[in-house]
């Protein structure tokens, strides 16, 4: 069923990435896909150009749902390329009143279910192969560019609402956007197959700070000098939906602060860009049969570093851990991929992919290349 929604550190770089592998615990498949996209426009995804701009779709979806999830692509372009490196509008067009780049170096994703905030994402910060130095990505793309992960948004709190069988729009926007991002969705539902109707509520929905954002250029003039923006935001949903098999109910609590440091010369001869964002979300289902509480942390570092007279240092990082505590066994899992690269008398890179489970799985492998040339692929023994 579719609907149209529509760094080793070398003498001149480091790059080290932590990436999340699939879903843990494996998702129920779903029994409807909804696709929030432009289609049939061509082509099909959203383009947000500013922070009113919504990617949205208003839909009538099946009156036996169960569970919903939301996976969410969005990629920033233009000036929201290195948003991280951005500092306010005000800022910028002192220096360049004609500059459209600016809204601060922080961005985050809201998704909204019939205007309420059901859930927020601060994006990873994608270094696009051939971004800030191009000779790093050779012959190995950068961090996931060939194939960008979705973000994923529990909806099942708001399960109660989605199966009354009137029309809902869920909508998708970027805070501070100041130039443009692509994006879309799937929405996937899980039905009751025992039932044709469910019905439930949302029972409380609680968001805050009032305000998510500081910052302060205070240390800014013409020439550069530092600042500091600092974020933080947290969504609490909890809802209920009477099934064929008993009632279940959901909570979903999600937590993400965020702090980035500049300090830079507009002349361009030193920069220096840290950023980290920290998130954790605690997912909580009580069925019948007991229940079932996941807890996703998530963590994703970045040093952008050209100290004056040296050469361009790039430091990126993406930590995943998920914690299951079920009713039948407890799980653990985590997923670490670690990208390496320097550009001292060539390209230096390596790759190191790493999987790890509580039950025993794991995967280790290494990719190195010199020169632009693969020169090793090792399946490492997991430790």
């Known amino acids: ?164 069988g009137q029309p809902h729009t869920i909508a998708i926007s970027v805070d501070n956007n100041t130039s443009y991002w692509v994006c879309d969705a799937d929405l996937l539902i899980t039905t009751d197959h025992g039932s044709a109707t469910t019905t439930g509520a949302l029972t409380s929905l609680h968001s805050g700070p009032s305000v998510v954002e500081h910052y302060n250029e205070s240390h800014l003039n013409s020439a550069g000098g530092t600042a500091e923006y600092r974020a933080k935001h947290w969504v609490d949903a909890r809802g209920y939906i009477n099934t064929s098999h008993g009632r279940i109910t959901t909570i979903v609590d999600q937590q993400y602060q965020y702090a980035d440091h500049q300090s830079f010369a507009n002349s361009g001869s030193y920069y220096l860009y840290t950023a980290n964002t920290a998130g954790t979300t605690t997912e909580s289902v009580v069925r019948p049969g007991g229940k079932t509480v996941t807890t996703t942390t998530t963590s994703y570092p970045l040093d952008v570093d050209k100290p004056t007279g040296k050469s361009l240092q790039i430091d990126q990082a993406w930590y995943q851990t998920v914690n299951q505590q079920a009713p039948h066994g407890n799980s653990l899992a985590y997923s670490q991929d670690v990208i390496r690269a320097s550009a001292a008398g060539g390209v230096h890179t390596s790759e190191h992919y790493i999987q790890q489970t509580s039950q025993g799985y794991c995967y280790d492998r290494l990719f190195t290349s010199v020169a632009r040339v693969l020169t090793g692929d090792k399946l490492l023994k997991c430790k």
């Open 1 to 164: 069923m579719t609907k149209s929604l529509t760094g080793v550190y070398v003498a001149t770089a480091t790059l080290t990435f932590y990436e999340p592998g699939p879903h843990w615990p494996a998702a129920v498949t779903p029994d409807a896909v909804d696709s929030i996209s432009a289609a049939p426009a061509s082509p099909p995804w959203f383009t947000l150009n500013t922070p009113s701009n919504l990617a949205s779709q208003t839909l009538t979806l099946p009156t036996n749902i169960e569970s919903a999830e939301l996976e969410v692509y969005a990629t920033g372009h233009g000036c929201d390329e290195f948003w991280y490196a951005n500092e306010s509008t005000a800022y910028e067009q002192s220096l360049n009143p004609s500059d459209t780049c600016g809204g601060t170096a922080y961005r985050e994703l809201d998704v909204t279910v019939d205007n309420m905030l059901a859930g927020v994402i601060v994006p990873y910060p994608y270094i696009y192969t051939g971004g800030i130095s191009p000779s790093f990505w050779l012959p190995m793309p950068g961090h996931d560019t060939l194939g960008i992960p979705p973000y994923r948004i529990n909806l099942s709190p708001f399960a109660g609402i989605l199966t009354d």
